[in-house]
Structure formats: C-alpha cells, structure tokens
C-alpha cells in the first residue's frame, strides 16, 4: 500500500533509528488559540501530527513549542518526548530548527525534521525517508507527491551543523543550494506531504472537504492539493499534447496573494532578438529568491532575481533593460533600470518587475472614539486593522477588523512592520506599551495629552524600559493639522503613518521569510558583474585568485583574456 494509503493499525515493528524534530512553535495570533490544539476532524492538530510520529517509534521525540506552551503542556500528551520552548520563535522557523536540533541527544542518526501543523502525513511516508536514506548516501531526503516537494524531510546527522546558519522563518530549504548533489527526492503516494493548516478558514475548509473521513486516504485528500501540484508540477513529460510546460504562474500569484505572501511578477514585455525569452513570458520571486516561471537564460535570470528582491524592499516597481550596448555609468530615467550584459546570444530583453506586498497592518488599542475612526479610516485605506479593546464588543467597531479582545495577546499581533496606536484614554497605555514596544514596530503612537504622554514615558522608565524602545512613542499622536474631532485627529494620525509607510524603508521581516543566509558568500563575476554562489562549479584561477562565473560564456571569455578583465 502506498505512502497516502490507510494508517496502520498498529506501530512499527521495531523502533526507527532517527531522531524526530516536532516544531510547533508557532504563533497563535491568526487561530485565535495555539495553533497545536486547534481541532482537526476531532483531534488536536498536535497530537495528530504526534500520533503519526509515534507510530514510527522513533529513537528520540524532542518537541519545540512557542506561543503559550503551559496551555500546550496540559492540552495535548507530550509523554516520551523531550520539549524544548523556544522564547525567540517569532524570529522564524529557523530559530526552532536550531534550539530543537541542539536539545536532541548527541549520536549519530539521521533527524527527521516534522511540521506542527501538518496533520496528514502518512506513516508510511517517514519510514519511505527513512529506508531510503538507509540504503544510500544521500543527505538531504524530500518527499515528493507527483513530483512536487513537500514536507517533512530527512536531514543526515553530518548536516545538522548547518541549521546554525539560518535565519529568519526559513526552514531546511536555505541549506538545499549547498547541496544539490547530496539532496534526494523520494516519490510517495501521499497528498498529506503538501497539506498545512495556518488559519480558521483552512481548518473549515479541511472539515467540509473530509466530512465523513475521520482517517482520511490519499483519494480523499488529492482534490485538496490538485491546485497546488498543477501549478508545480515537476512530473516528467509522457506526451507532447496537452501539456504546459511552463507553471501556471498566475494561478500561484492569486495563491500568494491570498496567503498574504510578499513576492515580485516580472514580465518579459519586449526583446531584441536573439534571446531565450519572448514578450509575455512571466516568473515569480519570492522573498526567499525562489523562482517559478521562466523569462530568460541564466545571466537574465540573475539580474530578475537581484531587481525583485530590490522591488520588494522598496515596495517600487521597475522596467529592467538588459542589453549588451548599455554604457557603464549610464543613467537612465526614474523607473527603469539598465544592466549591461556579456553573454554570449547579444540580445536586448526589457522586463517589468512588480512588487505585490501584503497589506500593511494597523493595530489600534482602545475602544476610544479615536480608536473606532481609526478603524474606520484604516479599513477604507486598505490596511489590515485588529482591535485590542478589553471589555469592548465587535459591533461597536466597522466591519472586517480583526478582533482580539485579550490585552494579553498584544504581543502576538505585533510585528516589526506593525503600525500601533494606543488610544485607551489612560485605561491601560502602560501595560500596552509595555508589551508593544519591546517588539520594535514600525510606528507606534499614544493619543493623549503632552502632559499624559510625559507621565507614562517616565513611568515606563521607571520600570526598567530602555530609552531606545521609549523614544518609538510618538506623542502627541499625528500630525498637527488642528485637528479636534475624533474623525480629524484619526486624519491627522493617518497623514503620520502614511509618511512614516512611504518615507522609510519597510523592514524585511514583515514582508515573510528572510532569504537564506549562505554558509559563504557570493562571487562577482568580473565579466558581468553577476552574483555567483560560491559552491559554482564554473570557476578557474588566475594569479593564485579563484574566480567563479555565471555561465560557461563568461568564463570562456575571461580565459582568452583574464587580465582584462582583473587590471585594478
């Protein structure tokens, strides 16, 4: 039976010889409780994913937890586990891969690295991992369902110490480039290595979909991914009828846009021949540096991903022109930009990048009448508004607000990108800021009097506060425009945060994932100028130097000539 197959009844035969990693460290802020005891067809998403772990009789279970982890401990069975808290797991996944692969006994077995929030992974698709990695050399093992890859994934003990060098919410993915010839993809029958739950409407959607399937099997679970394995697909080609060979990029710009991801679309518009890629052609860049679609060869490919990161720092699109007749130095008018090119086919290729960032996020404390104008207004800017109002019902505020009535939660909602404004007319400015600030967002404003203002900051002082996070209140909040009603003072408030939005650079980590951080740093390559990873094979020396090029044309061209191209 396959890996998508009915569970089995009982364990395995003998215990697995690897280490299981279990992060569950997440936020509770979109389900409204922790995450791991959100109910998934009767049972904690936890202990779902645990049943399945335990099944497998693993040598060692350590279990990372974040977000009110004693409210965990007493919710779910956490016995013959060892559990870890990671204090820092708003920081990303990358943190709990650390704490968790440093809390695990030392030895020599593979680690077999499981999502939280995956609650439909097959047992028989970690004892496939497990045998494969058994009968090979590979070091990196990935699952894959009709050739797209999922989770979770079989780490070899020798790879372990590179989980140190990630950063920000990446998972095992930011080692992958190292490691291509290491890495191993391992087909399963089992739509459950694709399936991961982050919000309520994906948990109801979850339960409609499997009414009726208390255990469900892999038929029952493949309309849940057909959207997703058709945007990716990887499979090989059986027939030249009827197939796409390029993704359905637009379909997954729709999926990201939905799931609040920060990505660029970039759209070859015009070209010069000769050149691989023609007017119309599209790709994706993700934050991660990730692209799906195509609009060009390796050195194009290069400069897109550089210019889509750029996008997506300053929020700003751009049409790149790349050509081999771009002077150096040349300037170009405001919106676009020139990269001079060296490959080999000599062609011109302009292409329009576009930032696509999810909204930006109003927090707004107090049920004040400044705080429900604020909501108001912030709705109608297309922000994403939640409410910290204690005591206060939904109804007194505009519809489609986020609403989390505990003051408590506050630390769950904040982020680095989170623009805050306290207005609970002295009820609990303290204790908001006390929990807010500490989370460095990227605005934060108390509506009171200077006098009002001067006395909480000093209080805050008191309390141990450092001047740095003190100097984020904005007080009084706004701008002065003479405003005196509560509608003109949200007004005055919103002229602030929109000049603080489009004046000041968003900061990464509320965009999503961080890109990866390499063990080692990139090369130039001094044909063109490109980055180039350093474990490129395309590499010579000259002078006792390394160099390493972007394609095999630029090192062809450097070899008939490398003093040219090295005279300082």
């Not at 998403?45 to 497998?56: I, N, S």
């Not at 409210?71 to 708003?90: A, H, M, Q």
């Not at 996070?469 to 003109?488: F, T, V, Y």
């Given at each position: 039976m396959g890996a998508g197959g009915k569970r089995r009844a009982r364990a395995s035969s003998s215990p697995a010889k690897v280490t299981a990693l279990v992060l569950a460290a997440g936020s509770s802020s979109r389900?409204?409780?922790?995450?791991?005891?959100?109910?998934?067809?009767?049972?904690?998403?936890?202990?779902?994913?645990?049943?399945?772990?335990?099944?497998?009789?693993?040598?060692?279970?350590?279990?990372?937890?974040?977000?009110?982890?004693?409210?965990?401990?007493?919710?779910?069975?956490?016995?013959?586990?060892?559990?870890?808290?990671?204090?820092?797991?708003?920081?990303?996944?990358?943190?709990?891969l650390r704490i968790g692969a440093a809390a695990a006994a030392p030895s020599s077995r593979p680690m077999l690295i499981v999502l939280g929030d995956q609650p439909f992974v097959a047992p028989a698709t970690l004892e496939a991992l497990i045998e494969r990695h058994a009968s090979g050399s590979a070091k990196i093992l990935i699952p894959t369902f009709e050739g797209v890859r999922g989770n979770p994934i079989l780490l070899d003990r020798v790879i372990l110490p590179e989980l140190d060098s990630l950063r920000g919410d990446i998972g095992c993915r930011g080692i992958f480039p190292g490691h291509t010839s290491d890495l191993v993809e391992v087909p399963v029958r089992d739509p459950g290595i694709l399936i991961d739950v982050d919000t309520p409407a994906e948990v109801a959607q979850l339960e409609r979909a499997l009414e009726g399937h208390p255990e469900p099997t892999a038929g029952a679970l493949r309309p849940l991914v057909a959207e997703r394995v058709a945007v990716h697909r990887k499979g090989p080609v059986r027939s030249l009828s009827h197939v796409r060979i390029l993704p359905n990029v637009l379909a997954l710009a729709i999926q990201l846009e939905n799931a609040r991801e920060p990505f660029a679309l970039a759209t070859v518009v015009s070209v010069r021949p000769p050149t691989s890629g023609k007017p119309g052609f599209k790709a994706i860049v993700r934050p991660t540096g990730e692209v799906t679609g195509w609009v060009g060869g390796s050195c194009t490919g290069r400069v897109l991903v550089a210019e889509a990161l750029q996008s997506m720092e300053d929020g700003l699109p751009r049409l790149v022109r790349l050509s081999p007749d771009v002077e150096d130095g040349a300037t170009a008018p405001a919106g676009i930009v020139t990269r001079r090119l060296e490959c080999e086919s000599g062609g011109t290729m302009e292409i329009y990048v576009e930032p696509h960032l999810p909204e930006p996020e109003l927090l707004v404390v107090g049920e004040a009448p400044v705080a429900k104008a604020l909501a108001a207004l912030g709705g109608f800017l297309g922000y994403r508004v939640t409410i910290v109002a204690p005591g206060a019902r939904p109804s007194d505020f505009p519809d489609g607000v986020r609403w989390a009535p505990e003051l408590e939660r506050l630390p769950e909602v904040v982020t680095p990108g989170t623009f805050a404004v306290i207005a609970s007319t002295g009820m609990y400015d303290e204790s908001a800021l006390k929990m807010i600030l500490p989370k460095m967002p990227r605005y934060v404003a108390l509506v009171s009097s200077r006098r009002r203002g001067k006395a909480v900051v000093d209080s805050l002082r008191?309390?141990?506060?450092?001047?740095?996070?003190?100097?984020?209140?904005?007080?009084?909040?706004?701008?002065?425009?003479?405003?005196?009603?509560?509608?003109?003072?949200?007004?005055?408030?919103?002229?602030?945060?929109?000049?603080?939005?489009?004046?000041?650079?968003?900061?990464?980590?509320?965009?999503g994932p961080a890109r990866p951080v390499s063990t080692a740093p990139p090369s130039i390559d001094p044909i063109c100028g490109m980055e180039v990873e350093a474990a490129s094979p395309l590499r010579t020396t000259y002078k006792g130097v390394v160099y390493r090029f972007c394609s095999d044309g630029c090192l062809a061209k450097f070899r008939r000539s490398p003093a040219k191209f090295t005279a300082a």
């Open positions: 389900m409204g409780r922790p995450k791991a005891l959100v109910p998934v067809l009767g049972q904690p998403l936890l202990a779902r994913v645990l049943d399945t772990v335990r099944r497998l009789r693993p040598a060692e279970t350590v279990v990372v937890l974040g977000s009110e982890s004693d409210r965990i401990r007493k919710g779910i069975d956490l016995r013959d586990t060892t559990v870890v808290v990671n204090p820092d797991f708003e920081e990303g996944m990358s943190s709990s008191s309390e141990g506060l450092a001047d740095a996070w003190l100097k984020q209140i904005r007080n009084p909040a706004g701008l002065d425009i003479a405003a005196r009603d509560p509608e003109e003072i949200a007004l005055s408030i919103f002229s602030e945060i929109t000049k603080v939005r489009r004046s000041e650079p968003t900061p990464l980590a509320s965009k």
